[in-house]
Each structure stands twice: as C-alpha cells, then as structure tokens.
C-alpha cells in the first residue's frame, strides 16, 4: 500500500505531465516579450545556486556588453501588486520584506541591472521593456515557469544531490520528472570540484536529452561585512576564524560544510526554514550562544543578512561576519552558448 506522501506524489506528477503536454502540444501559449529571455531553473527543490547563478551570468552578459534585465517572482516577499522595481540600475528601491531576500541580494550584487519582482513576470517583463531598460531578461526560477517563453533555458543540476532523492515532492524533492531536460538547452553542474570526475553524472543527464550542452560552475566563499550593533563594516578573513554559523536556506548543511572548507573552525552550526526573517529574541540568542562558546563571531550568509534586523538592534557585543557565496564558470563554453544565441536574437 502506498504511503499518503507517495500517492500525492503521483497525482501531482501526474498533474506535471500533462501540464507540460499542454504546452508541448501548443494547447497552451506562451507569452513572448520584446526581448530575449534566458531562464535559469532548476528540476528540484530550491538549493542548487540559482542566485550566485543568475549574478554571474548578468555580470558576464553585461561585460559583453548588453544591459540586463532580472525577473523573479519574490518569493517570501510581501509585494502582491504590479512590476515592484527593487533596483533602477543605480540604487536599490526596496526591502526583502517587501520583494524577498534574493531580490536583494542579486540588485546588489549585479549593479547596473535593473532588478524587477513580480508575481506576472511577462507583465514585469513589458513594464521594463516599455521604459527601454534592457537589452535581455534574466528569468529567476523560470524552468517550470513556462508561460513565458525564452529562448535559451539553463537547468542547474547540484551535484551534491542532483536528482533530489528520485522523487516528487512532497515524498521527494524534485519538481518535476527528469525527462523535462529534454526540453533544456543546457545544464551547469553547480558545486564541482576540480579534482572530482563527472562524466558518470553528465551521462546520465545525457540519457534524457543525448545531446545537452553540460557545463561546470564552481563555488567560492569570501567575507563581505561585519555587522556590529553601531553598524561598522569590518575587515575579517574566514580561514582560522573560530564561530557559531547560522543560515536559513534550502540546503544549509552545503554552507556549513563549505564554511570548514574555507578554513572556518565552526563551534556550533544552526540551520533555520529557508528564506527564514530572523526576530531581535533569536539575534540575541544566537549572541548569547556565541558567548558561551567564546566565539569571535557569527557567521551568516548574504540571503540571510537580508531577513536579520537593522544593526541597530543587534545585541552590542555581537559581531556579524556575512559570507559571499559566488560561481564561477569553467572554461568558456556557456559564454560562447550565450552570445552566439543572443547574435541569432537580435539578427
């Protein structure tokens, strides 16, 4: 007898599959804006680096020289209304709170981008394209957003759990089946090492779409800030620092593990709900905590330094180190795929 998880992962598997018929049959239509779309998804449950992901292709786009456009739903944001501008391409025009934490993080990270939230994406889309804003749009979180059509769709594949334990969710993590990459244009494997082969897995990504582009991404960790309660930004390295870490993401073990990587000897590790806004009693906890431990600092990422509360509320004697998490691309295969798409786009 199937478990209550399973068989609500069959019907909506179910509901998946012919979802996607509709739209491969033409049964239903996407939208098309004025501008190229580049989607960047993924087949499973959040975690596989699509923010560090989208930062890096805008910046590597803009330094080909086109003005880039990034759309996303808001996820966790309050904002239920039309286009919500987070950033104009000069400064930043909202809050997480409002627009949600990954908004935030990629409007400042990809300066000279206009970063737009909306639960319409094709109506955010045509707001942007109607002031002539941007030459193409970046799609966050678009795989399975198929009412809007692109013309190049990147799939991010994790290599750490790359199928996402084999099932729908709820009884799994995926999405959706992993056939739907027969409809991708090609997968970056997010998380590689140099060192670590990954033939096998691109073979069996091959098994469903035999002639998909696969390419390779790797991560880096750097401090950025150091939040105290007056608000000063200081300088201190991640190798050898001795700290609690706290993050509120899909796969926090992924930064905890990349934190020792670094050279971070952790005291404590706290995972907290993805997308987690964090109150001024758990901040103090965490100070508290770090007391205890007679750490020097706790670490956090930069999603999760959105949802914590001004530093003017931060108990005084805590310090606030914020990691980066970054990608970079290996070799130069997917900026060849992106521009030589982008030539054929605008012809």
Request: with cysteine; aromatic share 6%.
């Amino acid at each position: 007898m199937m478990m209550p998880s399973r068989l609500v992962s069959a019907a909506y598997e179910q509901v998946v599959r012919l979802r996607n018929r509709g739209y491969d049959a033409g049964w239903f239509a996407a939208r098309q804006l004025g501008r190229p779309v580049i989607s960047v998804g993924n087949l499973t449950l959040g975690g596989t680096g699509k923010t560090p992901t989208v930062i890096a292709l805008g910046k590597m786009l803009q330094g080909a020289g086109y003005s880039v456009s990034v759309l996303l739903r808001g996820y966790k944001g309050r904002h239920r209304g039309g286009p919500l501008p987070v950033s104009d391409g000069r400064r930043i025009r909202s809050q997480s709170d409002q627009a949600g934490d990954e908004a935030l993080v990629i409007a400042r990270n990809l300066p000279g981008a206009m970063v737009t939230v909306g639960k319409n994406r094709a109506a955010a889309g045509r707001w942007i394209e109607g002031r002539n804003a941007a030459d193409l749009h970046l799609l966050d979180d678009g795989f399975q957003h198929r009412q809007l059509h692109r013309c190049l769709d990147l799939v991010l594949v994790d290599v750490t759990n790359p199928f996402g334990g084999g099932r729908i969710v709820p009884s799994g993590q995926l999405r959706e089946p992993p056939e739907a990459l027969d409809r991708a244009d090609a997968v970056i494997l997010t998380r590689t090492r140099t060192e670590q082969d990954y033939d096998p897995l691109t073979h069996k990504l091959r098994r469903f779409n035999p002639d998909l582009p696969c390419f390779r991404s790797t991560q880096a960790l750097e401090p950025v800030a150091c939040r105290t309660a007056r608000g000063e930004r200081v300088e201190a390295p991640l190798a050898g620092c001795r700290a609690l870490a706290f993050a509120g993401l899909a796969n926090p073990q992924q930064f905890f593990d990349s934190l020792r990587h670094h050279g971070v000897v952790l005291a404590q590790a706290l995972p907290f709900r993805d997308h987690h806004r964090y109150s001024t009693r758990e901040l103090s906890a965490i100070g508290e905590r770090c007391r205890e431990l007679r750490v020097e600092a706790a670490i956090t990422t930069e999603k999760d330094a959105e949802n914590l509360p001004p530093a003017s509320l931060h108990p005084p004697a805590l310090r606030v180190l914020i990691a980066r998490v970054s990608f970079e691309f290996v070799g130069d295969g997917l900026r060849d795929l992106l521009l030589q798409t982008l030539e054929k786009e605008f012809r």
